[in-house]
């Protein structure tokens, strides 16, 4: 089947990024049935003759306003699509969309009608936010990390930064690889317009992973390779712990002059 990703090598870099993190996430068993969602800012490897490609569907509604994004072409996970049929099969499975109507609206152009994830408000909430801020992160990446979640059912791991601490504690290459921590947002709808403002406002406070509690985790980064990366260290510190519980005993931690260190020596921003 032609696709708008023949003769695009650059573009379809991308895509194939996203479809090895795809695989990633359903071999870590982070994606049950359609769990998670990717979409990735793909704007400047979109040419003049992409450019100029009718929709094929919509224009759609995305349900808040985002002025940044104006103009700008997502690669999106569809809705209700798994993620390991994705890691096969990226263009049936999601679909290329641009955002149109001065951030109100979105356009699917390729390859087909794929409807964007149910969590699109919070990706291109996210997308805007980057734009806004001229940052180079171009990826959102949102899975179902299982110790991560655990953690989010006590109520002593949701208090502002005792995840960070305790995780960065537990080896540290977390701290070197996910130096801003782990934002919490509590517990909201899935989907809805609340989680996504609320998403923001963590981003803002200096994360770049935010715990959705009972949920999930959303991660941003340069591409979706480091985005999974970052999630993969926090998982493994959340790992770490927990076979420590299993072993009878509170894991020790590195101490704070040990994670002062890491800061120093490796210029961390925290
Ligand atoms: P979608 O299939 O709509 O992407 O939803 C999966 C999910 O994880 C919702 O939070
Ligand atoms: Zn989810």
Request: with cysteine; net charge negative; hydrophobic share 40%.
């Amino acid at each position: 089947m032609a696709s708008v990703l023949d003769n695009r090598p650059a573009l379809k870099a991308q895509i194939d990024k996203v479809a090895e993190v795809a695989g990633y996430l359903w071999q870590k068993g982070w994606a049950e049935r359609n769990g998670g969602n990717i979409t990735i800012n793909v704007t400047r490897w979109v040419d003049e003759q992409m450019r100029s490609l009718p929709a094929i569907d919509g224009p759609r509604p995305i349900g808040t306003v985002l002025p940044n994004i104006n103009g700008c072409w997502f690669y999106c996970k569809g809705t209700g699509k798994r993620m390991r049929d994705l890691s096969r099969a990226p263009m049936e499975n999601g679909s290329l969309i641009r955002v149109v109507d001065g951030g109100a609206a979105y356009e699917i152009v390729a390859d087909a009608p794929v409807r964007p994830t149910s969590e699109l408000p919070a990706h291109l909430s996210v997308h805007d936010y980057l734009l806004s801020t001229g940052s180079s992160f171009r990826a959102v990446l949102h899975t179902h990390p299982i110790e991560l979640v655990a953690l989010t059912h006590c109520r002593k791991w949701m208090g502002k930064d005792a995840a960070t601490h305790m995780l960065w504690s537990m080896i540290p290459e977390t701290k070197a690889f996910c130096p801003r921590g782990l934002g919490m947002v509590p517990y909201m709808l899935p989907s809805s317009v609340d989680l996504a403002e609320a998403t923001l406002s963590t981003l803002a406070e200096g994360y770049d992973v935010v715990m959705w509690e009972k949920h999930g985790v959303l991660a941003v980064d340069n591409d979706i390779i480091d985005a999974f990366d970052q999630v993969d260290v926090l998982n493994k510190a959340a790992q770490i712990y927990i076979a420590g519980r299993n072993m009878g005993f509170e894991p020790e931690g590195m101490s704070d002059a040990q994670l002062r260190e890491l800061t120093v020596t490796f210029g961390l921003p925290k």
